[in-house]
């Protein structure tokens, strides 16, 4: 199983550390930004979600939800909380400023393909893979990125990409490689040049190419 870009983020019911919660309803109007975890108390993960909780203002600043998942207890998860806190040097700070996904079942880790077989368990069971989603305000998958057990996440990346996703939703724009905010963006191929030079007043600059064709349009990020 899994889930494909544009399909609608299952509706899932799950227990977190915040209690129950059913995904569409806890998004809200939100973004929301879910990834999985292959277990607590383990070094990679526990730098990730520090870095995930220094970060929080940012996703806060974009509208974007949180959450995490691992397939350790509710009660595992706030011990290891702790943990995460004291890593981050916020000793003094119980609880982390998103939920962590109890999936003791692994029925998430199934139903949206996130299980590696290539990594193990003590018992033999396969991890969970570090798989990051984004999701629309209209709870459909805008982004998957899977990355091994082995290898921790880059979350200015996420971040990053995040920024791409706002941007391209709202406008008829595509942002070029190793873009950041603010920086140069692309014309959308399929768009004309008579609209495109009403649609970014700020100016297009197309760059000649010995094909002669007009595809390479740089305008400042609108
Ligand atoms: C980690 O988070 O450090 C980790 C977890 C499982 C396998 C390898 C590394």
Known sequence: MGINLGDTFPNFEADTTVGKIRFHEWLGDSWGLLCSHPADYTPVC???LGRMAKMASEFEKRNVKMIALSVDSVKDHHGWSKDINHYIGEPQVQNLPFPII???????A?????LDP???NSQ????????????GPDKTL??????????????DEILRVIDSLQLTACKKVATPVNWKAGGECMVLPN???DEASKLFPKGIRTMDLPSTKAYLRFTPQP
């Open 102 to 108: 109890a999936d003791e079942k692994r029925e998430l």
């Open 191 to 193: 768009i004309p040049e």
């Open 124 to 135: 033999g069971l396969p991890l969970t893979a570090r798989a990051v989603f984004v999701i």
């Open 142 to 155: 805008k982004l998957s990125i899977l990355y091994p057990a082995t290898t921790g996440r880059n979350f």
């Open 46 to 48: 526990t730098t990730e």
């Open 110 to 114: 199934v139903q949206l393909g996130m």
């Open 118 to 120: 290539a990594e193990k």
